[in-house]
T-cell receptor, first 114, second 114 residues
Framework: AQSVTQLDSHVSVSEGTPVLLRCNYS??????LFWYVQHPNKGLQLLLKYTSAATLVKGINGFEAEFKKSETSFHLTKPSAHMSDAAEYFC????????????FGKGTRLSVIA | GAGVSQSPRYKVAKRGQDVALRCDPISGHVSLFWYQQALGQGPEFLTYFQNEAQLDKSGLPSDRFFAERPEGSVSTLKIQRTQQEDSAVYLCATLRDQTDYEQYFGPGTRLTVT
């Protein structure tokens, strides 16, 4: 069985300050881990993915995440927030192969204050 | 088209009505997934197709839910005798093939049952 816990339902940051969205996972298998972003009235977009290669993963729009097996964590970070980063972010786990269902966390809403 | 499309984008149904939600995948994508996203929650897996074969329907919440993909391309999710608890956004996602990890999501259909 697999599950994801996003530790914060809402994070608010000022523009230009760092972003940290926390995620812990549980998996019986060697997992694949993803972060997806959902802007209002738009489809889910993949930010980055970890599939057992490098543990520090770089994604789009300056986001990155680090896979830490010992801590079962996959936190998402960005050095400097932009207004356009305001959205819902989902941490996602699946088995380490394609063609398997994704298991989503409940999401973290990121607000960026000017 | 360039992405996954879903229709209708919005659907209002009276309790007890049947509805059909359509997903047009990215051309050539072999795998197709349906997810249900309740308000304020992350998406949850419903069912999955590889070509025309429905390989996993363990997430369908009741026998009122039925999905098909008869020619291995367009898929339809049908809900019979809709109930208020069926109100949600229904997301379709497609995957190029078994070696790929990135699921491409459509914009979703927002179903409201009154």
């Amino acid at each position: 069985a697999q599950s994801v816990t996003q530790l914060d339902s809402h994070v608010s940051v000022s523009e230009g300050t760092p972003v940290l969205l926390r995620c812990n996972y549980s998996s019986s298998y060697s997992p694949s881990l993803f972060w997806y972003v959902q802007h209002p009235n738009k489809g889910l977009q993949l930010l980055l993915k970890y599939t057992s290669a490098a543990t520090l993963v770089k994604g789009i729009n300056g986001f990155e995440a680090e896979f830490k097996k010992s801590e079962t964590s996959f936190h998402l970070t960005k050095p400097s927030a932009h207004m356009s980063d305001a959205a819902e972010y989902f941490c996602v786990v699946s088995q380490n192969s394609g063609n398997t269902p994704l298991v989503f966390g409940k999401g973290t809403r990121l607000s960026v204050i000017a | 088209g360039a992405g996954v499309s879903q229709s209708p984008r919005y659907k209002v149904a009276k309790r007890g009505q049947d509805v059909a939600l359509r997903c047009d995948p990215i051309s050539g994508h072999v795998s197709l997934f349906w997810y249900q996203q309740a308000l304020g929650q992350g998406p949850e897996f419903l069912t999955y197709f590889q070509n025309e074969a429905q390989l996993d329907k363990s997430g369908l919440p009741s026998d009122r839910f039925f999905a098909e993909r008869p020619e291995g391309s367009v898929s339809t999710l049908k809900i019979q005798r809709t109930q208020q608890e069926d109100s949600a956004v229904y997301l379709c996602a497609t995957l190029r093939d078994q070696t790929d990890y990135e699921q491409y999501f459509g914009p979703g259909t927002r179903l409201t049952v009154t």
